[in-house]
């Protein structure tokens, strides 16, 4: 099987996963929830500890969700999600979306929820996602946008922030801003019947700017991110303690507001 080329620039820390549980199939994959219908097969790549998979099961039943993921420790934290939820129509798989252990044509939807930036073939990685989705169904992305990001008030710190990561996340293999890329390695993947839209998280009440401030703050200087950002030799302890401070300070602004922009595709395959 072929390996990932690409190294996941987050990881699993604990300031990852609290920001991966509070997706939804509401706030993460409202474009394609007018897709899914009652008894519809759907490949879930990369669900992480699985609450847009719980509710894309819930969506389908009776229908099945198939969900995998590169890292077997947080497909246990999808078991016990799903298994919280009272959900009996999920199974669980190890797997490489460069090279799906599927037959072809195995699901009506095929789907990856901030994916297709960490991987280091995103065409290749939409090739065998069409390979594995039947004709007449889709294969649906969506991926945000780091160099779309904008907030309010203009922290200079955060700035840094940003430039950082967009090094760190580029010399892992990845390519951060993958929303607006989306379009274009669909159509060099084959596809041909892509409907394009966007969509934004935005964080400004005083409970959203404490937890993503909060949540960022930890990732720079605890989570995988912060060890391959030094060892890299992008940033010193320092500067990742600098930046966290800013992230919280940021936090603590009365005006504070943070748009997160994706780029999302349904690409019908045929």
Known sequence: MQ??????THGHHESVLRSHRWRTAANSAAYLTPELRPGAEVLDVGCGPGTIT????????????TAVDAAADVLEQARETVRSRGRDNVRFAVADVHALDFP???FDVVHAHQVL??????????REMRRVCRPGGVVAVRDSDYGAFAWFPEVPVLDAWLELYHRVARANGGEPDAGRRLYSWARAAGFTDITATASAWCFTTPDERAWWSALWADRTTASAYASLAVEGGHARREELDGIAAAWRSWGREDDGWFM???????????
């Open 117 to 126: 930036q960490h991987v280091g073939d995103p065409v290749a990685a939409l």
């Open 54 to 65: 719980a509710d894309l099961a819930s969506l389908v039943a009776p229908g099945t969700v």
């Open 104 to 106: 072809d044509d195995s």
């Open 260 to 270: 997160v922009p994706h780029g999302e595709l349904i690409c019908r395959v045929p």
């Open 3 to 8: 390996k990932e080329t690409a190294v996941y």
